[in-house]
């Protein structure tokens, strides 16, 4: 994910494509399953669904690939190379970046017992191999119901902030806000993952995309104009710098 200072040199203020939007659209799915026949089919019907697919193949890569792209679910198989899923699992839960994800286990296992230290470890559901891809689906949307409440909804709350998607207005403290559209998709984004904390990189790849490249120092100055955009009259910061991590949205305790 890392890039060169090179790469990043291409201004900020170059034109924005579709690309980068349908990009921040998707649920990033994390698939961690060791047989590729698997892992082709999980990928091929999540794509069709209309998520971003990350693939990983063993316990190690499943943590490496869930840190970099923070994902929103994670499908993840038991018996892992390396690192147990449930070990994965367990580790996920105990990352404060990664609290937030949505985790379906995917196992041979069928014992109630085994259903249970899943479930115990952190999971959020559990499915039993073989299983239907139909119903592994509709699982999926459920989980990321639950994780992700307000993605398919018009409007974003925060605090005492508020966000109207359908008119781009942004309003705090009932009183209109005046951002420009950098700003207004780094706090949507950031509203769409409250408490999360994204580094620069992170927030280059879900805000600018993937194929856009600018000065990772380019985040704070934006940060820097949301920050005087949205904490107004004297009301508390509701962006947390942690340094050396990078931002979230959440009110400094």
């Known amino acids: ?7 990043r040199s291409r201004r900020a203020d170059l034109p924005r494509g579709d690309t980068a939007t349908d990009g921040r659209a998707k649920p990033v799915v994390l698939v961690v399953e060791d047989e590729p026949a698997l892992l082709t089919l999980l990928k091929y019907n999540l794509e069709a669904e209309g998520y971003r697919v990350v693939e990983a193949m063993n316990g190690e890569e499943a943590l490496v690939k869930a840190r970099e792209e923070t994902p929103d679910l994670i ?3 038991w018996m892992l190379p390396l690192v147990s899923g449930i070990e994965v699992c367990r580790q996920i839960r105990r990352t404060p970046d990664l ?10 296992k069928g014992e109630e017992a085994d259903k249970i230290r899943g479930l115990e470890t952190g999971a959020d559901d559990y499915v039993t191999k073989p299983f239907s891809p139909s119903e592994l689906m509709a699982r999926a949307k459920a989980a990321l119901r639950r994780a992700r409440p307000q993605s398919g909804d018009e ?10 998607l359908a008119t781009h207005r942004v309003r705090r403290d009932n009183k209109d806000l005046h951002l420009g ?44 104009r949301l920050r005087k955009a949205i904490n107004v009259d004297g009301l508390p910061d509701l962006i ?14």
Do not use: C
């Open 240 to 253: 947390r710098t942690v340094r050396s991590a990078g931002y979230a949205l959440d009110i400094e305790d």
């Open 75 to 77: 499908l993840l198989d």
């Open 155 to 164: 409007n974003l709350t925060y605090a005492d902030l508020e966000m109207d």
């Open 1 to 7: 994910m890392l890039r060169s200072m090179a790469e």
């Open 181 to 224: 559209p950098t700003e207004f998709r780094l706090l949507k984004f950031l509203m769409e993952n409250q408490g999360r904390v994204f580094s620069r990189e992170q927030l280059l790849d879900h805000v600018w995309g993937r194929d856009i490249y600018v000065e990772p120092r380019t985040v704070d100055v934006h940060i820097r």
């Open 99 to 108: 609290k937030s994800a949505a985790i379906i286990m995917l196992t041979a």
